[in-house]
């Protein structure tokens, strides 16, 4: 073997492109097996592509930054040559040691001067004038100073009409998935309200006896997965003219983070007790928000569950996560007056909406569903 071909990997059944957001070497670099040689992102995560040869760099055939078809070459490798194992002990490079006690002295005096903001005498009077904050302003002049043009550029800038927001690459790929979804897929939604004051008393009890906050998602999540044994028509997918029911139970859980909607996955839901699902939805977000998610993290879903309760939204009508068959939108609990045999009382109530594939699951399913759903929860039959 002297030509090794290195291709876009396909991450999941659906991903067709993928964007070269790093490449780490150079035509006629060096490399070593294991060495990592470029990062990709899809709408779902970034994956480090590694070499698993050695040799070096014959060819890059993308740039950073360019959309790629997935099985496309973007690297190829000659393993004919093999780079010289450096020795294990290299030899003080004095040199080498000031400068990194130099770099320390910079570093200090960065900080100590960071908070300053630097400005021309002309900038800071026009922006008391303006009533302007030059923390918020890039300077321009020499070395960054921020300038009397910097300042009346800020100013006008913020009194225009409006200002455009790049559309990130992940944000892109999710308007074309969403896109796809509403167009391609005939969706029908049917909403059912479900009685909460035995299930958010059995969270509040789970708390006192573990001592730990548990999500109400996480407790959500398990009745949700209860439903689908019963009901495993729609924890399915949908994947070339094929319909995919699947005995393990997968739910993806929608996350907002800076970067986009993410939705990771919280795998064999119904085999796990309630305080393991809570851990590891609040594992999940943490790296979500922290854009650390890896492959396994985010594949191999069956269903969706996305709630917007903790931001008061009441009821809203999900798209589904193609490939999906279906997705349940939960909303805010809420407080109303309920006839009893003792006479009114208040309880709690949310609306769940279930979006389903009319192709595959027909209304009346998707009402047993909800109702086994409904059921669950109010009967707490976890």
């Given at each position: 073997m002297?030509?090794?071909?290195?291709?876009?990997?396909?991450?999941?059944?659906?991903?067709?492109?993928?964007?070269?957001?790093?490449?780490?070497?150079?035509?006629?670099?060096?490399?070593?097996?294991?060495?990592?040689?470029?990062?990709?992102?899809t709408m779902k995560v970034s994956y480090d592509i590694e070499s698993e040869y050695d040799g070096f760099i014959e060819d890059i055939k993308f740039k950073e930054n360019d959309e790629v078809p997935v099985n496309e070459v973007l690297i190829i490798?000659?393993?004919?040559?093999?780079?010289a194992p450096k020795s294990k002990e290299e030899p003080l490079d004095y040199k080498k040691e000031i400068k990194v006690e130099e770099k320390r002295e910079e570093?200090?005096?960065?900080?100590?001067?960071?908070?300053?903001?630097?400005?021309?005498?002309?900038?800071?009077?026009?922006?008391?004038?303006?009533g302007v904050d030059l923390s918020k302003i890039k300077g321009t002049g020499p070395g960054g100073i921020i300038t009397v043009d910097d300042v009346k550029k800020y100013v006008e800038q913020s009194q225009k009409e409006y200002y455009v927001e790049e559309i990130t690459t992940l944000r892109k790929q999710i308007a074309d998935k969403m896109s796809k979804a509403n167009i391609e897929?005939?969706?029908?939604?049917?909403?059912?309200?479900?009685?909460?004051?035995?299930?958010?008393?059995?969270?509040?009890?789970?708390?006192?006896?573990?001592?730990?906050?548990?999500?109400?998602?996480?407790?959500?999540i398990k009745a949700v997965a209860n439903a689908l044994k019963k009901y495993p028509k729609l924890n399915s997918l949908s994947i070339k003219n094929e319909w995919r029911?699947?005995?393990?139970?997968?739910?993806?859980?929608?996350v907002q983070t800076k970067q986009g909607l993410v939705t990771p996955v919280i795998k064999d839901v119904d085999k796990k007790e309630i305080l393991e699902i809570s851990d590891e939805l609040e594992r999940l977000q943490t790296k979500a928000e922290a854009n650390e998610l890896s492959l396994e993290d985010v594949t191999g879903s069956t269903f969706t569950v996305t709630n917007l309760g903790p931001y008061n939204i009441i009821q809203f009508d999900p798209i589904i996560n193609y490939p999906q068959i279906a997705i349940l939108a939960i909303g805010s609990y809420f407080k109303e007056f309920e006839l009893q045999q003792e006479g009114l009382i208040i309880s709690n109530f949310s609306y769940f909406t279930l979006a389903f594939d009319h192709r595959y699951i027909d209304g009346y399913d998707a009402a047993l569903f909800l109702n086994e759903l409904k059921k669950i929860i109010e009967n707490l039959e976890f």
């Open positions: 002297v030509r090794v071909e290195i291709r876009v990997p396909k991450l999941d059944e659906i991903q067709e492109t993928a964007i070269i957001r790093k490449i780490y070497k150079k035509v006629g670099e060096a490399v070593k097996k294991k060495e990592k040689l470029a990062t990709i992102e490798i000659n393993t004919e040559y093999v780079p570093i200090l005096e960065r900080k100590r001067t960071e908070e300053i903001v630097r400005a021309m005498p002309a900038a800071r009077a026009l922006a008391r004038q303006m897929i005939p969706t029908a939604r049917l909403t059912i309200k479900i009685k909460m004051d035995k299930l958010l008393n059995y969270r509040k009890n789970l708390e006192e006896k573990y001592s730990k906050k548990i999500s109400l998602t996480a407790v959500l029911i699947y005995n393990k139970i997968n739910i993806a859980v929608a």
